[in-house]
């Protein structure tokens, strides 16, 4: 793992990196005075360094510096909030592919979300194969229909919530229609460590999830989180391949959706604690 590198003929001495960062020093602030690290090898590549320095004299060998260029333009407040407030669960999909490009950005701006001590401890799952997502659908439906049959020996009521939703969802399928993924063109699943000493990772995950549905949205391209698919994430990553160290705590599905909505609507004013 490398460690920033300083240029001594653009750095001005202003000590704004060491500020932001406990491992690294400097002499004292002014013209001249280079920081340096003061734990090597402690780095865990926030980049607070790089994006913090007035003069571009911070670099580092793990990042990719054509990335790591100025920011041109934000959005203001009133347009973020619009853009967060309009996002909505999306559930009917046109038979249209996503671009493969377009699956790529969101991923990148996804990969973007934070992590504790920036870990970026997740991975991303893509499915676009029909046929596989279809074989996937018909064993999670398959899954509801073993929780039906063992709602006895679980204690649970024929009338109870979780079974009639169980039966409706076997129902549904059996009809033709597709209740977990809607035909969807596209399944997104992020996974992370299942370690519980990374008791970070489905925080980590979720982060991610969020990113990649509100940028995804800014993109026309509609999503929604498919719990339903993670009622046996054991057996799912096992029929991906994906490794048994890792756990899917994501799901979600993406396209272009078939109707737009047209208003904001309102939410149940939460519960404010200030102290």
Not at 69 to 74: D, G, K, N, Q, V
Not at 98 to 122: G, M
Not at 145 to 165: C, D, F, R, T, V
């Amino acid at each position: 793992m490398a460690d920033p590198k300083f240029n001594k003929d653009l750095c001005i001495g202003c000590g704004m990196c060491v500020s932001e960062c406990s491992f690294l020093r400097i002499p004292s602030i002014g013209k001249g005075n280079v920081p340096y690290v003061h734990y090597p090898n402690a780095c865990i590549q926030c980049g607070h360094c790089i994006a913090v320095c007035p003069t571009n004299a911070v670099t580092h060998a793990d990042f990719d510096m054509s990335n790591c260029r100025c920011i041109a333009h934000l959005p203001n407040a009133e347009e973020v909030a619009e853009l967060f407030k309009s996002k909505r669960s999306v559930r009917q999909f046109k038979n249209k592919p996503i671009e493969k490009e377009l699956i790529a950005q969101i991923i990148s701006v996804a990969s973007h979300a934070p992590t504790d001590l920036n870990s970026q401890n997740r991975s991303f799952y893509v499915l676009t194969n029909q046929e596989h997502i279809a074989t996937i659908e018909a064993a999670i439906v398959h899954g509801f229909e073993n929780y039906i049959e063992q709602a006895p020996k679980l204690g649970l009521s024929e009338n109870s919530y979780e079974i009639l939703l169980s039966k409706e969802i076997v129902h549904e399928y059996t009809r033709g229609g597709n209740p977990i993924f809607k035909k969807a063109p596209c399944v997104l699943l992020i996974y992370g460590p299942a370690d519980t000493s990374e008791p970070f990772a489905p925080f980590n995950t979720i982060t991610a999830n969020t990113y990649a549905m509100i940028y995804a949205h800014s993109l026309g391209i509609e999503s929604c989180i498919i719990g339903r698919a993670l009622y046996d994430t054991v057996s799912l990553a096992a029929y991906l391949r994906i490794p048994e160290q890792m756990k899917i705590y994501s799901v979600l599905t993406l396209g272009y959706p078939k109707i737009k909505y047209k208003k904001l609507v309102d939410r149940t004013p939460k519960e404010i604690i200030w102290n």
